[in-house]
């Protein structure tokens, strides 16, 4: 009797239906992940989610909310050809052919990657000297000619760096871009800069600054800290790092780290406080680098730790340590892509955690992209709910059934 009277006061809840009004369900789905999965399988739950969630208008909001896109992949740069890798798993792993520049395929593989950022690529072809910003979420581009006085004689561009106050998503009309290049003059004794302003369409004068010693190329991508760009700069006699205020334009030089290995893997990323902090990577140890202002307001470099690599990776390239070489860096999220023992690695350089991410016999340049990546709702549905599904290495295996996700 005490049972069937129990049974009988748990009663079940009546199932919540989900709220008539369009504007709170979208609010509700504006919440979801920014994960390339995630509009896909929210579009196959029914024809009203279908429609709000393929509404460009709502694709703009989702992107506002995600001011902090993730990292969906890489561009390898092989011999001028850029190639996309996607470093997510199942259902967020996004086909190569997805983010295709057709362009440099079809012109020979002349064009040279200088980096992403704020969900644009940029390229640089010396052959017709001119550059190029390409947004692979939507395919759009934009070739620049590069200033006449760059002749590629008397001064070559080596690196440059492409910004936005927003991340792109219409294309280029709503989100204005910015282009730093940087290069030497004068036979290697002076370092370079100008800016193209997309609003006015108009490259800024060459703004120059004497070079410490014969400089010779610049290693990597330039990083942003706080409303300045940084270049690492090598030459005859070491390294150096070339300071490129965004607010006056105006170039500096900063010393590198008197203590540091000359020809050591470097990179700088942020900090709290929009501190300058170098990683030093060579000879099977990392150094942390800090640039500090002293009481007698003089900058210097302070070393902060030291790791051996042997004592804090993973297992599988412990032994392989001395081999180790950096391919690239994505800033935001302080990640290192390293290759060694014929694989490239993931290093989180706050905890020192290496992830496999693929294997490779080839060492090339990486550049990490970071997305809120939004595709069309036809090729949404295609790859999500196709009895094929894309492999590690991006070959097609059937499933068997239709996914339903």
Not at 42 to 60: E, I, Q
Not at 181 to 192: E, H, P, S
């Amino acid at each position: 009797m005490n049972r069937l009277r129990r049974r009988r006061g748990t009663s079940v809840a009546p199932p919540v239906t989900l709220p008539d009004d369009d504007d709170i369900l979208s609010e509700i789905l504006l919440r979801l992940p920014p994960r390339p999965s995630s509009l896909p399988r929210a579009s196959l739950v029914c024809k009203r989610w279908r429609r709000l969630v393929t509404d460009p208008a709502f694709h703009r909001r989702f992107r506002a909310r995600h001011r902090n896109p993730p990292l969906i992949g890489v561009f390898e740069d092989y011999l001028g050809y850029p190639f996309f890798r996607s470093v997510l798993d199942p259902p967020d792993l996004i086909p190569r052919e997805r983010f295709r520049l057709r362009l440099a395929e079809d012109e020979g593989g002349q064009w040279r990657f200088y980096g992403c950022r704020h969900g644009r690529v940029l390229l640089f072809n010396r052959a017709k000297n001119e550059i190029l910003v390409w947004v692979p979420d939507t395919g759009d581009h934009r070739r620049v000619a590069v200033p006449p006085e760059i002749d590629g004689k008397e001064k070559i561009i080596w690196n440059g760096a492409v910004l936005s106050a927003a991340t792109a998503d219409d294309g280029f009309s709503s989100c204005p871009f910015k282009v730093v290049l940087v290069g030497v003059a004068g036979n290697n004794t002076q370092m370079f800069a100008c800016v193209y302003c997309s609003e006015s369409g108009k490259w800024s004068d060459l703004i120059s600054v004497a070079a410490p010693f014969l400089v010779f190329f610049f290693r990597d991508p330039g990083i942003l800290v706080g409303h300045a760009l940084y270049w690492m700069a090598s030459g005859d006699h070491g390294s150096t790092i070339l300071q490129f205020d965004l607010n006056d334009q105006t170039p500096a030089v900063i010393e590198w780290p008197s203590d540091s290995d000359p020809n050591c893997y470097t990179q700088t990323w942020l900090t709290e406080g929009d501190c300058l902090r170098v990683a030093t990577f060579s000879r099977g140890s990392l150094q942390m680098w800090e640039r500090k202002v002293c009481s007698e307001g003089v900058a210097k470099w302070v070393l902060q730790k030291t790791y051996e690599l042997k004592n804090v990776l993973n297992p599988e390239i412990r032994l392989n340590v001395e081999y180790v070489t950096k391919l690239g860096y994505a800033q935001d999220i302080k990640v290192m892509f390293v290759w060694a023992a014929h694989s490239v690695f993931m290093l989180q350089l706050d905890s020192l955690q290496a992830k496999k991410v693929w294997e490779s016999c080839v060492i090339s340049p990486i550049h990490p992209y970071a997305s809120t990546y939004v595709a069309d709702y036809v090729s949404l549905r295609m790859h999500y709910s196709s009895p094929f599904i894309y492999t590690r290495n991006y070959g097609l295996r059937k499933t068997g059934k239709v996914s339903r996700l």
